[in-house]
T-cell receptor
Framework: DADVTQTPRNRITKTGKRIMLECSQT?????MYWYRQDPGLGLRLIYY???????NKGEISDGYSVSRQAQAKFSLSLESAIPNQTALYFC???????????FGPGTRLTVL | QKEVEQNSGPLSVPEGAIASLNCTYS??????FFWYRQYSGKSPELIMS????GDKEDGRFTAQLNKASQYVSLLIRDSQPSDSATYLC???????????FGRGTSLIVHP
């Protein structure tokens, strides 16, 4: 079974709709991250959380919000989706003992 | 602003050759360095981490770190077509747990 899962894997939506992307992990890691990846722009950090009560903005948080429901769950919301939020979204985790990150399979989001 | 620079490529090598991927970073406070492999449409997968100057070998992969020159490299020996992917370099400043990723180098290994 996958250690980091993301749902949905693919989503097509319309401008103005609210979208939630979910991430769950069974690795027991405290740190969780949300990234988006666009062709030619690499991975950009949206939000990160080092424990349930800790939420921090990344470099491109505008238009996004997050919720850390439990140690194992970290959700990303787009309150009112716009076409330039079309991208591949990754959740990642890292553990207390290491700085390596482990990525989920990704969600491909298309906003029409 | 912290930056990690990689040549976007593509780097094309024949099967069986050594592929050399390079990365430079701007933050002298960086202490941890990582190489991830990403197949098209898939998620990044950690293949190497390195923390000290010098070489670190793992199977066909060797990571090299030179902190004085702010340079990290990844060598892939006996390259295989299955190594064709984008390789992401990342650097993390001590204690932040927030890595800065490069944009990746595309590697093509042709038979």
């Amino acid at each position: 079974d996958a250690d980091v899962t993301q749902t949905p894997r693919n989503r097509i939506t319309k401008t103005g709709k609210r979208i939630m992307l979910e991430c769950s992990q069974t690795k027991g890691h405290d740190r969780m991250y949300w990234y988006r990846q666009d062709p030619g722009l690499g991975l950009r950090l949206i939000y990160y959380s080092f424990d349930v009560k800790d939420i921090n903005k990344g470099e491109i948080s505008d238009g996004y919000s997050v919720s850390r429901q439990a140690q194992a769950k970290f959700s990303l919301s787009l309150e009112s989706a716009i076409p330039n939020q079309t991208a591949l979204y990754f959740c990642a985790t890292s553990g207390r003992q290491g700085k390596e990150q482990f990525f989920g399979p990704g969600t491909r989001l298309t906003v029409l | 602003q912290k930056e990690v620079e990689q040549n976007s490529g593509p780097l094309s090598v024949p099967e069986g050759a050594i592929a050399s991927l390079n990365c430079t970073y701007s933050d002298r406070g960086s202490q941890s360095f990582f190489w991830y492999r990403q197949y098209s449409g898939k998620s990044p997968e950690l293949i190497m981490s390195i923390y000290s100057n010098g070489d670190k070998e793992d199977g066909r992969f060797t990571a090299q770190l030179n902190k004085a020159s702010q340079y990290v490299s990844l060598l892939i020996r006996d390259s295989q077509p299955s190594d064709s992917a984008t390789y992401l370099c990342a650097a993390e400043s001590g204690g932040s747990y927030i890595p800065t990723f490069g944009r990746g180098t595309s590697l093509i290994v042709h038979p």
